[in-house]
T-cell receptor, first 113, second 118 residues
Framework: DTGVSQDPRHKITKRGQNVTFRCDPI?????LYWYRQTLGQGPEFLTY????????KSRLLSDRFSAERPKGSFSTLEIQRTEQGDSAMYLC???????????FGNGTRLTVT | AQTVTQSQPEMSVQEAETVTLSCTYD???????LFWYKQPPSRQMILVIR??????QNATENRFSVNFQKAAKSFSLKISDSQLGDAAMYFC???????????????FGEGTQLTVNP
């Protein structure tokens, strides 16, 4: 097991384009989280899945953002009509159960030009 | 809502010396978890140490230990015998035990950039 995997590591896109990121959690982990981190700040919670169910969404997650975890394994985060303010590091994390620590991936750095 | 504050944007320490990173938090809950995560330039967030609020004993992990002051809502990290590999951004984080409302998500502080000088 190689831990939480995120793809791509970097994405540069033009404003107005759609982007999609993928996260593969640790295989036995049923909980999956997306966070956003801007330069010099701590990560901010975006959304959380338990298996395939999306149980919580932050107010930070505007209508342009959508996340899925269709089979309770990998997850995708899509941003439609990207804006410059979307430029950030998008981190994925997973955990096994309540009380377990979160394991983070390397993140996807998005730059919107 | 819970908040986490790290008042030291940057800290530096000489190799082999000891450094303490500060963290305070605000919550109305009585039971919760506190964490310190490390984020090196390679950027993967790595768990350093974890403290359960109901435990009075301070957590330790090798050269890393915490000073947990529940009444003061303070949770500092002490790194002993600092090594060059300790250089990273350190984040303090809070997690509620209220699963129904928080889903185990973490609330992070702003981070402290630690430099280790040879």
């Amino acid at each position: 097991d190689t831990g939480v995997s995120q793809d791509p590591r970097h994405k540069i896109t033009k404003r107005g384009q759609n982007v999609t990121f993928r996260c593969d959690p640790i295989s036995e982990h049923n909980r999956l989280y997306w966070y956003r981190q801007t330069l010099g700040q701590g990560p901010e919670f975006l959304t959380y899945f338990q298996n395939e169910a999306q149980l919580e969404k932050s107010r930070l997650l505007s209508d342009r953002f959508s996340a899925e975890r269709p089979k309770g394994s990998f997850s995708t985060l899509e941003i439609q009509r990207t804006e410059q303010g979307d430029s950030a590091m998008y981190l994925c994390a997973s955990s096994f159960q309540s009380g377990s620590p979160l394991h983070f991936g390397n993140g996807t750095r998005l730059t919107v030009t | 809502a819970q908040t986490v504050t790290q008042s030291q944007p940057e800290m530096s320490v000489q190799e082999a010396e000891t450094v303490t990173l500060s963290c305070t938090y605000d919550t109305s809950e009585s039971d919760y978890y506190l964490f310190w995560y490390k984020q090196p330039p390679s950027r993967q967030m790595i768990l350093v140490i974890r403290q359960e609020a109901y435990k009075q004993q301070n957590a330790t992990e090798n050269r890393f230990s915490v000073n947990f002051q529940k009444a003061a809502k303070s949770f500092s990290l002490k790194i002993s015998d600092s090594q060059l590999g300790d250089a990273a951004m350190y984040f303090c984080a809070y997690r509620s035990l209220e699963e129904e409302t928080s889903g185990s998500r973490l609330t992070f502080g702003e981070g402290t950039q630690l430099t280790v000088n040879p």
